[in-house]
């Protein structure tokens, strides 16, 4: 068969001195920043450094999926029915109202995608979550910037209010924020969803169950609202990228439109469906990472390092000029933590892990500080 299709073209048909252009990306990615997370030799180390859940994936899902998991699941493309089904019922929405995606990452560039033009305008916190940024840019959106207020890091809800105007098409909003910690009440969103006629607004619930405050029920109010929650923090799998959005149904219907058909593995949707089954997992992690968090919070007090009280699992905290040479030397130590004084002058990111854990990083501190 082989012999016969090669038969078809002979050898000397094959041009040898092709003349080839160089390729010419699209304007909006020459424009891009390149975003490289420092994610490389983290294994078998303290990972104090991305916010995931530190104690690794829940037992239950892992046994799940080395019972169940069967050969046949695996061959075939993949299957939501039951999936949409569960995850609706969890977090109380019909099932027309939730899209799976790849991550909060593929939910934010579905938004971006199905609502935003080219050149139209995308309001942005800063700092935040650097994906709003780079799928904005990747678009050829418009990205425009608001800080969050100097000194306490709270939210700009007057500014951001101010800076709405017809034109914006989506605003993006962590809630609580990465890397800042800090958030925004239920009504001050209301105040922006008000405002924000014209606009697609995300609120990103990231790490809701740290701070409890949450604006999913509105979405039955607000046909401008979005919200995304993820299973890569408390729920322990970011390695199989799995997340929700949730709007009316109209708008999801549009959003599905523009995804791709399988873009969540059937591991990812299988292992979320299974994770929102153990409630106290969750609460069990919660109450921990709440006790380490005040362990934390006096231990920065004692060695006198000032840091912004936090909504999340993560506190950002005050090195000064020694931000880069801590977290090196914290490193070469094996705790991770992150760097951000790039964008907020001498301040390094700590995930809050458990007890055990933080009281590790602030023994590596001391001896460093
Ligand atoms: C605010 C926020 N949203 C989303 C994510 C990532 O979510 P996912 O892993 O579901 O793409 C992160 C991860 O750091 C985050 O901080």
């Not at 418009?142 to 000194?151: A, E, F, I, Q, T």
Request: negative net charge.
């Amino acid at each position: 068969m082989h012999a016969l299709w090669r038969s078809v073209l002979p050898a000397d048909s094959i041009e040898t001195e092709v003349k080839l252009q160089p390729l010419t990306p699209r304007a909006a990615v020459l424009r891009m920043d390149p975003y490289h997370p420092p994610s490389g030799g983290r294994r078998n180390k303290l990972r104090l450094d991305f916010n995931e859940n530190t104690i690794g994936a829940p037992p239950h899902v892992l046994d799940f999926i080395r019972r169940y998991l069967t050969a046949s699941d695996l061959s075939m493309y993949p299957e939501y029915d039951h999936a949409l089904e569960d995850l609706s019922e969890h977090f109380g929405v019909n099932p027309d109202e939730l899209t799976l995606a790849n991550g909060t990452d593929e939910a934010i560039q579905l938004l971006i995608n199905t609502y935003v033009e080219n050149d139209e305008e995308v309001l942005i916190l800063r700092p935040s979550y650097a994906m709003y940024r780079f799928y904005a840019q990747l678009a050829g959106a418009s990205v425009s910037h608001l800080d969050y207020r100097p000194g306490t890091l709270a939210f700009p809800l007057e500014e951001l209010l101010e800076r709405i105007n017809p034109d914006t098409r989506a605003v993006l909003i962590s809630n609580p924020n990465n890397p800042t910690g800090t958030g925004i009440g239920v009504s001050g969103i209301e105040r922006i969803l008000a405002r924000a006629t014209c606009a697609a607004v995300l609120v990103d619930e990231a790490y809701y169950e740290f701070s409890g405050v949450t604006v999913l029920p509105l979405i039955n109010s607000y046909s401008n609202l979005f919200v995304s929650r993820t299973f890569s923090k408390i729920y322990g799998i970011a390695a199989l990228r799995c997340g929700c959005l949730f709007s009316q149904a109209e708008n999801m219907a549009h959003v599905r439109k523009a995804q791709s058909p399988y873009s969540v593995n059937s591991l990812a949707a299988m292992s979320a469906r299974i994770a929102v089954q153990d409630a106290r997992f969750v609460e069990d992690y919660v109450m921990e990472v709440l006790a380490a968090k005040e362990l934390l919070y006096v231990g920065l007090e004692r060695l006198k390092i000032s840091y912004i009280p936090s909504q999340a699992n993560f506190v950002l905290f005050q090195a000064g000029d020694r931000a880069i040479e801590i977290r090196d030397a914290l490193r070469a130590r094996g705790v991770l933590v992150r760097d951000r004084s790039y964008e907020l002058a001498g301040c390094v990111r700590v995930t809050v892990g458990t007890r055990d854990q933080i009281q590790r990083f602030l023994d590596e501190l001391e001896q460093l500080w």
